[in-house]
Each structure stands twice: as C-alpha cells, then as structure tokens.
Nanobody, 119 residues
Framework: QVQLVESGGGLVQAGGSLRLSCAASGSMFSINAMGWYRQTPGEQRELVAVIRSGGSTNYADSVKGRFTISRDNAKNTVYLQMNSLKPEDTAVYYC?????????????WGQGTQVTVSS
C-alpha cells in the first residue's frame, strides 16, 4: 500500500512564498519520479514541476525562475519551494508519484493541497 502525505498549502499574499512537501511511504520498489501538478475549477490538471530519480527536473514555463523542486531521497520526500507567488498560481496542488515494482510502473496521486494567492 502506497501513501502520499502532502502539506504546506495555505493562503499567502502576492509576492510571498510557500513550501509544499510530499512524503511517500509504503511498498515501492523504486521511485522513477515525483512531481507537482495543479488544477483550478473547470480546467485540466497541469504539470508544475517534476524531478526524476537521476535528479533531472522540468518546470512549466509559467513557474520557471520562481519555483524550485527538490527531493530528499532518504525520506522519499519531494518539496516545491514557491517564491514570488502570483494570484494565477492559486490552485489545488497535487503530488504525483511514479514508481516501479515487480516489473510494473505505477502512478499514484496525493489528495491535494490548496494554495491561494491573494492580490
């Protein structure tokens, strides 16, 4: 059984910062990647940032230079440092885990955490 525990969302003023955390636990053989996605009402879930097992990262153009994804491999935890937040960053942020076990690859989603940026 895999579990993802997200934390760090909340309300912040424009220009402020938040740090999201997502801790993975359970019977995973190896983690391929962990990432953050976000979704607003009526819109599709979109990639914010991803970090792979080798350390490579990708970011949405809209967050480049403002958000930083990092990972603590010993704790199976991924972080998203969000600086210079804008009202358009307001969304529910979801952590996604991609892992491998028994020659199969799985995706697992967290429950989501609300980020609200006021103008």
């Amino acid at each position: 059984q895999v579990q993802l525990v997200e934390s760090g969302g909340g309300l912040v003023q424009a220009g402020g910062s938040l740090r999201l955390s997502c801790a993975a636990s359970g019977s995973m053989f190896s983690i391929n990647a962990m990432g953050w996605y976000r979704q607003t009402p009526g819109e599709q879930r979109e990639l914010v940032a991803v970090i792979r097992s080798g350390g490579s990262t990708n970011y949405a153009d809209s967050v480049k230079g403002r958000f930083t994804i990092s990972r603590d491999n010993a704790k199976n935890t991924v972080y998203l440092q969000m600086n210079s937040l804008k009202p358009e960053d307001t969304a529910v942020y979801y952590c996604k885990l991609n892992y491998r076990r028994d020659y199969m690859i799985y995706d697992y989603w967290g429950q989501g955490t609300q980020v609200t940026v006021s103008s």
